[in-house]
């Protein structure tokens, strides 16, 4: 199917579907915003226009290949004030990842800066062996009300975990004693930033489950996320093992932050999760759950473990090497960020914390519903 068919496949989809929790999707917009094609410098600015009563906005670009790397060069908003800069990428109330394949942006990620009615514009930088090239944008806006409270719908999808695939998939799913229990857990975590589970769907994989099962390298983790579907919901993969090439097993992974939300296709379009303890230890399943679904609604590290920045809240501690060895510990960092649950090595029963900014944050991503 093209982009272009897909893409109008979702603007019908979030035009007349309703969500059945209290928010009619319609309050969702795409726009496919076209290519563009860089200079010699890989350089483009991408135009896309926040509608009156906009909540939220997210445009990305992508693909491009697992070969490059982007990110914003800087952020234009309605009045031409320049709301990000690459050279001082802290500064601001926005913050931009440097991803491969796929780049969102999304506004607000904090309180510091909102989405606004007008044209913004982002000037993309995208790092590539040859160069010109031409990548295609898209955008996604939400408008209407927000609430203190707030439920997002899931979509579990279950790729294959030895030892759990014979009795877990979508018929089982909602009478699995441990994927209930870690859904119980996550509601429980999540109700911190004023977020509940909202409609859970059970979807077994159809596609290739030999390969998935265990993700190998950043092209099929990004390769099984263009495999969810269009709509306002948070998919989440279950695998047997996530190696990114290095050898060693990663609990979860996101294809944020942000994720692309409300739009299926793209290697940003959901969270895969290592769920081979799920029936040993499903408080450390929800806690991964809760953690990378923060990431892919929008939310950063409080601090990197490797020092590299701090999120953009003003409310989230931000944690020193107290010992100057160039890592952060959970132990270091007790009382400085371990407790928030998007602390980079988040752990079961000290990570239990959300602040209120991040909240606020997660309240006007696209995909979550006002109650």
């Known amino acids: 199917m093209s982009r272009l068919l897909v893409g109008a496949t979702l603007a019908l989809l979030l035009a007349g579907c309703d969500s059945g929790t209290g928010q009619n999707a319609e309050n969702l917009s795409y726009e496919d915003l076209g290519p563009f094609k860089t200079d010699a410098d890989g350089l483009v600015d991408v135009p896309w226009d926040m509608p009156e009563g906009v909540v939220s906005s997210e445009v990305f670009c992508g693909p491009y290949g697992y070969d490059t790397l982007a990110t914003a060069d800087d952020v234009t908003d309605a ?68 609430a203190a409270t707030n439920t997002v719908d899931v979509n579990l999808v279950f790729v294959g975990v030895d030892g759990l695939s014979a009795g877990l998939n979508a018929q089982s799913g909602a009478g699995h004693e441990g994927l209930q229990s870690a859904l119980t857990t996550l509601d429980d975590l999540w109700s911190d930033l004023g977020l509940a589970v909202g409609n859970v769907r059970y979807t077994d994989f159809d596609g290739a489950t030999d390969t998935y099962t265990t993700i190998e390298g950043a092209e099929e983790f990004g390769d099984l996320l263009r495999t969810a579907s269009d709509g306002p919901e948070l998919t989440f993969f279950f695998v047997q093992d996530i190696d990114l090439g290095d050898g060693a097993s990663i609990l979860g992974l996101s294809g944020g932050p942000p994720g692309v939300a409300g739009y299926g296709g793209t290697s940003k379009s959901g969270v895969v999760i290592n769920a081979a303890d799920l029936d040993a230890s499903p408080d450390e399943i929800a806690l991964i759950m809760a953690h990378e679904g923060g990431h892919f609604l929008g939310l950063f590290h409080p601090t990197e473990k490797d020092l590299t920045g701090v999120d953009p809240l003003d409310d989230t501690p931000e944690c020193s090497d107290s010992d100057g060895d160039g890592a952060l510990t959970s132990a270091e960092c007790a009382g400085s960020g371990a407790e928030n649950v998007m602390w980079p090595t988040a752990q079961v029963g000290t990570a239990t914390t959300f602040s209120a900014d991040q909240g606020w944050v997660v309240a006007r991503n696209p995909i979550t519903i006002p109650d």
Do not use: H
């Open 79 to 146: 009045s031409g004030s320049a709301v990000y800069d690459d050279d001082a990428p802290s500064s601001g109330g926005l913050r931009v990842s440097v991803l491969d394949d796929t780049l969102p942006v999304l506004v607000p990620v904090s309180p510091n800066l909102e989405a606004a009615a007008g044209t913004w514009t982002l000037g993309l930088y995208i790092s590539a062996s040859d160069l010109p090239t031409t990548v295609s944008c898209a955008a996604i806006n939400r408008i209407g009300d927000t």
